[in-house]
């Protein structure tokens, strides 16, 4: 059974920075990829960084070179440390996984979710 949990959510300033945690649990970590979506009120759930099993990365173009997503296999954690925040990046942030290789910023492409963690940004 494929667990998901966020931490690290909060209200920040903008231009300053968070780190998001996904400890996840119940699959081999190796054999999955995983991603952190968002959603904003009103709007759809869109894809900000996944990452692939063999650690290759892909952002979405609105977080190049703010947000950087990571993996700790030891800790089977998955992290998204976001610089530079804007207003526009309050959402509700989710990590999601499935079975696979590739990165994939489709949210129908995963099957596995958390219950997700509130960024604010003001």
């Known amino acids: 059974h494929v667990q998901l949990v966020e931490s690290g959510g909060g209200s920040v300033q903008a231009g300053g920075s968070l780190r998001l945690s996904c400890a996840a649990s119940?699959?081999?970590?190796?054999?999955?990829?995983m991603g952190w979506f968002r959603q904003a009120p009103g709007k759809e759930r869109e894809g900000v960084a996944a990452i692939a099993s063999d650690g290759s990365t892909r952002y979405a173009d609105s977080v190049k070179g703010r947000f950087t997503i990571s993996k700790d296999y030891a800790k089977n954690t998955l992290y998204l440390q976001m610089n530079s925040l804007k207003p526009e990046d309050t959402a509700m942030y989710y990590c999601a996984a499935d079975y696979g290789l590739g990165t994939s910023l489709v949210a129908n492409e995963y099957n596995y979710w958390g219950q997700g963690t509130q960024v604010t940004v003001s």
């Open positions: 119940g699959y081999t970590y190796s054999r999955y990829f």
